[in-house]
């Protein structure tokens, strides 16, 4: 980050925590085919939302049944199946469920049921790219199995092809060794529970970003060594265990704080400017206010900074709230062509820092910036259980 901030909070409730990436086996429960759908019972009163037009292949548990698939056979109401939670819960909706298996690594995925090799969009290089690619197709072909894809992740670009065709085998295994482990195992079984929060971004943080990992909890801090030693051992001096009762660290870097302005309706800028941030069942509304800007340069100078500041805000926010969909910033009007194009070539430099796939997609004729951020895991006023007041106050 560009500044001593904090631009991501993560909270797991103890009770029942997220089921992103989790793997069961689960059983249909029944087939909605007006929404081309079934819904999927996991066991504990978890049901998941399973769309049939983009899982075209079920994995059945039974080898019978699998046989069976091989020849087309239809999923019904009873069937066993191997899914994957690919969107955490949002709401009032059941967390969507994926039979097309992801692995995930530092520099790589690996993919069953999507036998192609992607790249993230963030890595350009095209002479790169299809070095990469031939070295995996090569790879693939080695493993007597071409069942499975591959997707480089922006990661990888830091390292050599070796170290991603290593990670990629090792991911395979995991695979294979899951998808054995499902021939013995009962309905709904959870064949592989995904890494906490914290050790999900030691894997996800950009390589050579990673300055210091700082943690007073010695289960988190067993944890991190064990993940670090074995997949980053660069990193493992990193690592930091604090130890002062008089001063915990949730004092230490204000994060009490950090939380209550996370749930604020309103964000106030440095210049005096400020932004209202409306989630709603659709989409989020950011608005851009001028505020208390006294500013002494002219009209048109004023609204650009004040804007420009509300970009890099308005991209911290995103993150540090987790908020996906469909988001709408109104920026302050500006006159000026120009104007309009600096501010969304800064818009969009701010939006690239974001871990989570996040679009700048155009300004309407209205004035309207449009942004897509890919739905994952749920905002952090859902999951931390509180709404907002319309004075900013959470309830």
Known sequence: MSDSRCRSLSLEPEESGCLLGNIYIGKVKNIVKNINAA???????????????ENREHRFTSPLAAAGAQEGRVLKQGDEIIVQVSRDAVKTKDPVLSSNLNFTGKYSVVTLGKTQIGFSAKIT?????EEVKEYLLALKEETGRNGFGVIVRTNAKETTKEVIGGEVLALKQRMD?????AENRTCFTLLE??????????????AGSL???????????????????????????KLQFYQDPLLPLIKLYKLEAALEEALERRVWLKSGGYLVIEPTEALTVVDVNTGKYSGKKNAEDTILKINL???????????????????????????????????????????KKDPVKTVLVDMTKLGLVEITRKKVRKPLHEVYGRGVKPNGVPN
């Open 39 to 53: 819904f999927i019972d996991l066991g504990g009163g978890k049901t998941g939302y399973y769309s049939l037009s």
């Open 125 to 129: 290089d095209p002479v790169w790219k």
């Open 177 to 181: 060794e899951l998808l054995a482990k």
């Open 193 to 206: 529970g995904a890494e906490p929060s914290f050790i999900l971004s030691l894997r996800d943080t950009y």
């Open 211 to 237: 300055q210091s990992v700082i943690t007073d909890d010695k289960i988190c801090y067993e944890e991190m060594r064990r993940y670090l030693d074995k997949n980053q051992k660069a990193d493992l001096e």
């Open 309 to 351: 500041e509300a970009a890099a805000e308005t991209a911290r926010q995103l993150c540090l709230r987790n908020l996906s969909g469909i988001i709408i910033v109104d920026f302050i009007d500006m006159a000026r062509e120009e104007h309009k194009q600096q501010l969304l070539t800064a818009l969009e430099e701010e939006l």
